[in-house]
């Protein structure tokens, strides 16, 4: 089976490994910190706190922000579902927004009906290695006083404007799940410049407290400590990322290369200003669902784009959720087209010929 992702994992993670078993310290010391700092250093953002998982980045950026019961919070109506799942978390309501047709991104034009005197915040996600349109979502947010949270879960890289994504808004966070660019295996990042919402997220994941190894808890908090295991495989990542950034380039390119003259098989468009990081190689096609098993019964997997939100039956009974019965034909369309090819690093040059291949002899037979 040639895989659609897989993480690149080497003896350079044993390695670092190694210097947490030396140390004997598990959670969130020495090597939390040099992991931090990298990101920093990668992303140019003042502060940099890591946390157990992306999810609860988002959560705990929601309520730094003071995201509470009963505010909403607009969310593009395709991603991941947990860019919702955090604002329920939270007590808010997300409130869906129809994406682009050309980066599947937030439509910042369909977001200007969703707003009432209960919305807060607007959470911006970086979809597939590419920058959602911040030009816009920041002058948006400013004409109407609403808090950016940037979902760049996938966005680890990218850069709009030459800035890197998560680094826009008042806060943004990273994620390092196993089929990430780089991965901690779980893991996620929270950044700001802003150090009160530093202080406050790091305190959210430290029980309420500045300091660990004491037992006076100014606020209520909770326990999404990183450990240093996370952090020995994220330096061993990091360290590879230039290398991955350009071996998922030239993925991109060969295939860009050599399907550009398949009709009705096109590669996903990219935004000019944005300098994207190829997660994923993306293309949309009419013939998604018989593409997909003739691939798979050749021994290749793909992946189908996210489920648009409002579709998810976790959300048909409207509980937690606002503005599913929407227009959303341009998610939907994207759903019914999209794929996403084998992209991983360790994607061999004739593994991805043969991908090609199979490309080009499942549309020779159609046609």
Not at 251 to 263: A, F, M, R
Request: hydrophobic share 40%; proline share 3%; charged share 20%.
């Amino acid at each position: 089976m040639i895989n659609q992702i897989e993480p690149w994992i080497d003896h350079n993670e044993l390695t670092e490994l190694a210097r947490v078993v030396d140390s004997t310290f598990v959670v969130e010391h020495d090597l939390t910190k040099e992991f931090e700092n990298m990101t920093k250093e990668l992303t140019g953002s003042k502060h940099a706190i890591a946390y157990t998982n992306g999810t609860m980045a988002l959560f705990a950026s929601l309520l730094a922000l003071g995201i509470s019961k009963g505010d909403e919070v607009i969310v593009p109506n395709i991603t991941f579902v947990a860019s919702a799942n955090a604002v329920i978390l939270a007590g808010a309501v997300p409130v869906l927004c129809e994406v682009k047709k050309s980066t599947f991104t937030i439509d910042i034009n369909k977001a200007e009906n969703l707003l009432t005197s209960k919305t807060k915040a607007i959470i911006p996600v970086h979809l597939y290695g590419q920058s959602a349109d911040m030009d816009e979502i920041m002058a948006f947010s400013k004409k109407y006083g609403l808090k950016v949270l940037e979902d760049a879960a996938q966005g680890v890289g990218v850069k709009f404007n030459d800035k890197h994504t998560g680094t826009f808004g008042d806060i943004g966070i990273l994620s390092y799940y196993g089929n990430k660019t780089i991965t901690c295996g779980e893991g996620g990042i929270i950044l700001t410049n802003d150090d009160e919402l530093a202080e406050k997220v790091y305190r959210l994941k430290n029980h309420g407290r500045d300091t660990k190894g004491v037992f006076i808890h100014d606020q209520i908090g909770f326990n999404f400590a990183f450990t240093e295991m996370q952090a020995a495989i994220g330096i061993s990542q990091m360290k590879k990322l230039p290398e991955i950034i350009l071996k998922k380039q030239h993925i991109h390119d060969t295939y860009e290369k050599e399907l550009g003259e398949i009709e009705g098989f096109k590669i996903a468009y990219l935004d000019p200003r944005s300098s994207p990081v190829f997660w994923f190689t993306s293309y949309v096609s009419q013939d998604v669902d018989d593409l997909t098993k003739y691939l798979e019964g050749n021994q290749i997997q793909t992946r189908r784009f996210f489920y648009p939100l409002h579709m998810q039956p976790c959300y048909q009974d409207m509980k937690y959720i606002k503005n599913i019965n929407s227009n959303f034909n341009v998610s939907e369309n994207i759903y019914n087209q999209g794929i996403s090819l084998p992209s991983s690093y360790n994607l061999s040059n004739d593994n991805q010929a043969i991908v090609i291949n199979k490309i080009k002899e499942f549309y020779e037979t159609r046609n």
